[in-house]
C-alpha cells in the first residue's frame, strides 16, 4: 500500500523568505501526488498535484513542488513566503497502478511565517 | 458547483447515541472518501468508494462505524452507539483525480 512522510511537524521561516516543507512517499506503482492546505476549523484545501509530464509543477498562492523520482521526494516550495501562509500543509499519494485507489495523507507540517 | 457539502457542521451527542454524518459529494466525481481528523492521529482514512460501491472499508475503527452511498450524489457515514473517543472532526472528500474536501464535521460525544 501506498504512503507518504513528511518529516518535518513544524517549519518556521521569515515572512520574504523562501520555503521547503518536505514530503517523501512510497508506492508500487506510478503515483498520483498533491498538496493540501488547511486552515483552522477549515477542510483541506488543494493546492497543486503531479500526475505526469513536467517534474516541476505550479500551483495556487504562488506554490509550487518538483517531483524527484528518484528519490521519491514532492517538497512544496514558495519562493518568498507570506504571513498568510502560515497554516497546516498536507501531502498526499494516490498509487495509480493497484485497483485500490485509496488516497493517503502525511501526518502535516504545520508552517509558521514570522514578520 | 457549491463544492462537497456536508451536514452537520456540528454535531454534540451523548454517549450511546446514535449519530449520522451526511455528505453531497461534488457532482461527476467518481470517488468519495470519508476521513476523520484528530490531533494524536492526524487525518485517517475511514472507508471509500467508486461509483457508490465501498472498495476499503479497513480503516473503520469498529463495527460501530457504518458507511452508505445509496446514489452518486449523497453519502452517510453512521456511528452507532457513539462514545466519547469519537469525537474528532469528519470529514468527506469527492474526487475524480485530486479530492475536493467538505468544511468537515465536528463531532463531540459527551
Known amino acids: 500500500a501506498q504512503s507518504v512522510a513528511q518529516p518535518e511537524d513544524q517549519v518556521n521561516v521569515a515572512e520574504g523568505n523562501p520555503l521547503t516543507v518536505k514530503c517523501t512517499y512510497s508506492?508500487?506503482?506510478?503515483?498520483?501526488l498533491f498538496w493540501y492546505v488547511q486552515y483552522p476549523n477549515r477542510g483541506l484545501q488543494f493546492l497543486l498535484k503531479y500526475i505526469t509530464g513536467d517534474n516541476l509543477v505550479k500551483g495556487s498562492y504562488g506554490f509550487e513542488a518538483e517531483f524527484n523520482k528518484s528519490q521519491t521526494s514532492f517538497h512544496l516550495k514558495k519562493p518568498s513566503a507570506l504571513v498568510s501562509d502560515s497554516a497546516l500543509y498536507f501531502c498526499a499519494v494516490r498509487d495509480i497502478r493497484e485497483n485500490n485507489n485509496d488516497m493517503r495523507f502525511g501526518a502535516g507540517t504545520r508552517l509558521t511565517v514570522k514578520p | 458547483d457549491a463544492g462537497v457539502i456536508q451536514s452537520p457542521r456540528h454535531e454534540v451527542t451523548e454517549m450511546g447515541q446514535e449519530v449520522t454524518l451526511r455528505c453531497k459529494p461534488i457532482?461527476?466525481?467518481?470517488?468519495l472518501f470519508w476521513y476523520r481528523q484528530t490531533m494524536m492521529r492526524g487525518l485517517e482514512l475511514l472507508i471509500y468508494f467508486n461509483n457508490n460501491v465501498p472498495i476499503d472499508d479497513s480503516g473503520m475503527p469498529e463495527d460501530r462505524f457504518s458507511a452508505k452511498m445509496p446514489n452518486a450524489s449523497f453519502s452517510t457515514l453512521k456511528i452507532q452507539p457513539s462514545e466519547p473517543r469519537d469525537s474528532a472532526v469528519y470529514f468527506c472528500?469527492?474526487?475524480?483525480?485530486?479530492?475536493?474536501f467538505g468544511q468537515g464535521t465536528r463531532l463531540t460525544v459527551v
Open positions: 457532482s461527476g466525481h467518481d470517488y
Open positions: 508506492v508500487s506503482g506510478n503515483p498520483y
Open positions: 472528500a469527492s474526487s475524480h483525480t485530486e479530492a475536493f
